[in-house]
């Protein structure tokens, strides 16, 4: 067993995810410390080859290649049964992958075909006497835990979206491409995608560098127009607390919190969201909070870095504006 | 149609978390509940049952304190509850539990359909669901949002799964594991007669011998994380800094300098 670092790199349509790319950032760092390559696994059809030059400017020493008509698109079985394979011919120490939807199925299904550990959502990697330490939240981030895979090998973690940097592509990088052949032939397959609704419009929570985010306070559906001006005006996304969800003004997709997504972006605006334990527990790592609240007594403004006692309707439209001017 | 539905117990959402000077995770004196994300799951099972006919089996691996999710899912409307433990089980990771679980399903014998929730609001590694179903050998339909068609006759599913770019649509053969999320139904409120059915209700307990399984794949042994250490996150520093002004466009100005110079606009 050498001690390469293998980082699956997801696609949609050819393109990756930044979160991909903060996965190979944090292989980098591993990698400076105890040796080895960066080897990245990337699967599809067609733009797999600019993808792979990416993956060298991001930090991969090669990069494993496979396509296919059955790569198209992201299914666990042909998925995991090519990364298991790759994985026994390279033998590395450590995958790492990120945790995004795939990335969290592709993870555990991966785990029990090489029965090995997988650990979740990290949010820090240390190496300590040779061993990867990993922290990561638990209790929706109320507490943390430190969490190493002693025995088995290979250690595979899922890198939390946002929490490893982005590392500076360096376009000048190069390596080797190793083609590899899909496992399964498509009849071997039992899931098969029937087709594909994108969201409309708007930025994902997930990478968002910038939230807007909207509570009871916005009052209904309708409310949500000044937060999504605002947003277009720094392309943020749209981001909901649950009781605006719960209300049905929004849809669960914009749920930030305990039982919504966890995020963690440059800057998140919360505007007439009173800040309950369970929507500061998904948002509390974001860099800078600014709450936009009516009442001065509200929880929000506990965990903001700034704040405006301000009627939301009438804050949001006004920072927008100043913000139009400034951006420009 | 026999579906089977996995649950875990875990400390309320609420719930104030901290760890005691012994360095064990205290939830106060929060109730332990049904994992949130399961209620979806025990839903989905019994409009699921009532469409097609059938039985609906929760099951979890956990000590006595797993009734709780049992009973909630019992008093919600499920038909047989199982729990499965054995003080071997303990520290077992996703790897191991999903070796439990997969050899309870097979125990059981005929499901047609595992539904289990997105992930645990505990440990929250949103692995079991993805991990049983590769143990099982089934299709893994994870973060299903809608399921669009149940073809009992064809033993096939179609169903509506939330990626970062939108939902994919995927069919697959029965049996499969479908992973549950928030907006694929409302989850009903327990009954009073649903209450009084569940606390009636008998809970057989299935040991590792009775699900057959190998020792060595439980617990510690069967696991591959370890998990020695947890600890409170260092709290956010202090109150805002509220920005006053005569107006509140003057306000937003400030506002905007400040957001400037800390570089996140």
Same mark, same amino acid.
């Given at each position: 067993m050498g001690?390469?670092?293998?980082?699956?790199?997801?696609?949609?349509?050819?393109?990756?995810?930044?979160?991909?790319?903060e996965a190979m950032g944090a292989a980098r760092s591993l990698a400076e410390g105890q040796g080895g390559d960066v080897i990245a696994c990337l699967f599809g059809d067609d733009g797999l080859e600019e993808l792979a030059q990416e993956a060298f400017s991001y930090g991969a020493d090669k990069v494993l290649l496979a396509r296919g008509a059955s790569l198209v698109d992201f299914r666990v079985e042909p998925y995991a049964a090519l990364l298991e394979q790759a994985v026994k011919d390279v033998e590395p120490e450590i995958i790492l992958i990120a945790a995004t939807f795939r990335g969290r199925e592709l993870g555990p299904a991966l785990a029990v075909k090489l029965e090995t550990g997988c650990i979740a959502d990290c949010t820090a990697l240390s190496t300590e006497d040779g061993q990867v330490v990993a922290t990561r939240p638990i209790y929706a981030g109320k507490l943390m835990s430190r969490c190493t895979i002693p025995e088995r090998r290979p250690q595979i973690f899922t890198t939390r979206v946002r929490a490893f940097g982005k590392p500076e592509p360096q376009p000048d990088r190069d390596g080797e491409v190793v083609e590899l052949e899909p496992t399964m032939a498509e009849d071997q397959i039992g899931v098969k995608v029937a087709g594909f609704k994108e969201t409309e419009?708007?930025?994902?929570?997930? *990478?968002?560098?910038?939230?807007?985010?909207?509570?009871r306070g916005v009052a209904g559906?309708?409310?949500?127009?000044?937060?999504?001006?605002?947003?277009?005006?720094?392309?943020?996304?749209?981001?909901?607390?649950?009781?605006?969800? *719960?209300?049905?003004?929004?849809?669960?997709?914009?749920?930030?919190?305990?039982?919504?997504?966890?995020?963690?972006? *440059?800057?998140? +605006?919360?505007?007439?969201?009173?800040?309950?334990?369970?929507?500061?527990?998904?948002?509390?790592?974001?860099?800078?909070?600014?709450?936009?609240?009516?009442?001065?007594?509200?929880? +929000?403004?506990?965990?903001a870095d700034y704040g405006l006692v301000e009627d939301?309707? *009438?804050?949001?439209?006004?920072?927008?504006?100043?913000?139009?001017?400034?951006?420009q | 149609?026999?579906?089977?539905?996995?649950?875990?117990?875990?400390?309320?959402?609420?719930?104030?978390?901290?760890?005691?000077?012994?360095?064990?995770?205290?939830?106060?004196?929060?109730?332990?509940?049904?994992?949130?994300?399961?209620?979806?799951?025990?839903?989905?099972?019994?409009l699921l049952r009532d469409e097609y006919g059938g039985t609906v089996t929760v099951i979890s691996m956990g000590p006595e304190e797993a009734l709780e999710a049992l009973k909630h899912a019992v008093a919600m409307g499920?038909?047989?509850?199982?729990?499965?433990?054995?003080?071997?089980?303990?520290?077992?990771?996703?790897?191991?539990? /999903?070796?439990?679980?997969?050899?309870?399903?097979?125990?059981?014998?005929d499901a047609d359909l595992?539904?289990?929730?997105?992930?645990?609001?505990?440990?929250?590694t949103w692995q079991t669901g993805a991990a049983l179903a590769t143990r099982l050998g089934c299709? /893994?339909?994870?973060?299903?949002?809608?399921?669009?068609?149940?073809?009992?006759?064809?033993?096939?599913?179609?169903?509506?799964?939330?990626?970062?770019?939108?939902?994919?649509?995927?069919?697959?053969?029965?049996?499969?594991?479908?992973?549950?999320?928030?907006?694929?139904?409302?989850?009903?409120?327990? /009954?009073f007669i649903g209450i009084r059915k569940a606390a009636k209700m008998d809970y057989p307990l299935w040991t590792l011998e009775d699900i057959d399984a190998d020792l060595q794949k439980v617990g510690p042994s069967g696991s591959g994380v370890r998990w020695p250490e947890v600890f409170e996150p260092p709290v956010r520093e202090g109150e805002a800094e509220i920005v006053e002004a005569e107006t509140v466009e003057e306000e937003a100005e400030i506002l905007v300098e400040k957001l400037l110079a800390e570089k996140v606009v």
């Amino acid at each position: 067993m050498g001690n390469d670092i293998v980082v699956w790199v997801e696609q949609f349509e050819g393109e990756a995810p930044g979160a991909s790319w903060e996965a190979m950032g944090a292989a980098r760092s591993l990698a400076e410390g105890q040796g080895g390559d960066v080897i990245a696994c990337l699967f599809g059809d067609d733009g797999l080859e600019e993808l792979a030059q990416e993956a060298f400017s991001y930090g991969a020493d090669k990069v494993l290649l496979a396509r296919g008509a059955s790569l198209v698109d992201f299914r666990v079985e042909p998925y995991a049964a090519l990364l298991e394979q790759a994985v026994k011919d390279v033998e590395p120490e450590i995958i790492l992958i990120a945790a995004t939807f795939r990335g969290r199925e592709l993870g555990p299904a991966l785990a029990v075909k090489l029965e090995t550990g997988c650990i979740a959502d990290c949010t820090a990697l240390s190496t300590e006497d040779g061993q990867v330490v990993a922290t990561r939240p638990i209790y929706a981030g109320k507490l943390m835990s430190r969490c190493t895979i002693p025995e088995r090998r290979p250690q595979i973690f899922t890198t939390r979206v946002r929490a490893f940097g982005k590392p500076e592509p360096q376009p000048d990088r190069d390596g080797e491409v190793v083609e590899l052949e899909p496992t399964m032939a498509e009849d071997q397959i039992g899931v098969k995608v029937a087709g594909f609704k994108e969201t409309e419009g708007g930025v994902s929570l997930a *990478d968002a560098s910038i939230i807007v985010s909207g509570g009871r306070g916005v009052a209904g559906p309708e409310g949500y127009e000044p937060l999504r001006e605002l947003a277009e005006t720094l392309n943020a996304a749209i981001g909901a607390s649950r009781a605006a969800v *719960d209300a049905g003004w929004i849809p669960y997709e914009h749920q930030v919190g305990q039982t919504g997504k966890t995020v963690s972006p *440059d800057l998140y +605006i919360a505007c007439g969201i009173s800040g309950a334990i369970q929507h500061l527990a998904g948002m509390r790592t974001s860099k800078v909070i600014v709450a936009i609240n009516k009442d001065p007594e509200a929880p +929000i403004f506990k965990v903001a870095d700034y704040g405006l006692v301000e009627d939301l309707f *009438d804050a949001v439209p006004a920072l927008a504006e100043v913000l139009r001017e400034k951006l420009q | 149609m026999h579906i089977v539905v996995c649950t875990k117990y875990t400390p309320d959402s609420e719930a104030k978390m901290s760890i005691t000077e012994e360095g064990n995770v205290s939830w106060g004196d929060s109730p332990l509940i049904i994992n949130p994300w399961d209620e979806y799951s025990v839903e989905e099972a019994l409009l699921l049952r009532d469409e097609y006919g059938g039985t609906v089996t929760v099951i979890s691996m956990g000590p006595e304190e797993a009734l709780e999710a049992l009973k909630h899912a019992v008093a919600m409307g499920a038909d047989e509850a199982i729990r499965v433990w054995d003080d071997a089980c303990a520290g077992s990771d996703t790897l191991a539990t /999903s070796y439990v679980l997969a050899k309870t399903i097979e125990k059981i014998g005929d499901a047609d359909l595992v539904l289990c929730g997105k992930s645990a609001i505990d440990a929250q590694t949103w692995q079991t669901g993805a991990a049983l179903a590769t143990r099982l050998g089934c299709p /893994s339909l994870m973060y299903t949002i809608d399921i669009t068609e149940l073809n009992a006759d064809e033993m096939s599913i179609t169903v509506e799964r939330l990626l970062e770019e939108g939902r994919q649509v995927v069919s697959a053969p029965l049996p499969a594991v479908v992973g549950t999320i928030k907006g694929i139904n409302e989850p009903r409120y327990t /009954s009073f007669i649903g209450i009084r059915k569940a606390a009636k209700m008998d809970y057989p307990l299935w040991t590792l011998e009775d699900i057959d399984a190998d020792l060595q794949k439980v617990g510690p042994s069967g696991s591959g994380v370890r998990w020695p250490e947890v600890f409170e996150p260092p709290v956010r520093e202090g109150e805002a800094e509220i920005v006053e002004a005569e107006t509140v466009e003057e306000e937003a100005e400030i506002l905007v300098e400040k957001l400037l110079a800390e570089k996140v606009v």
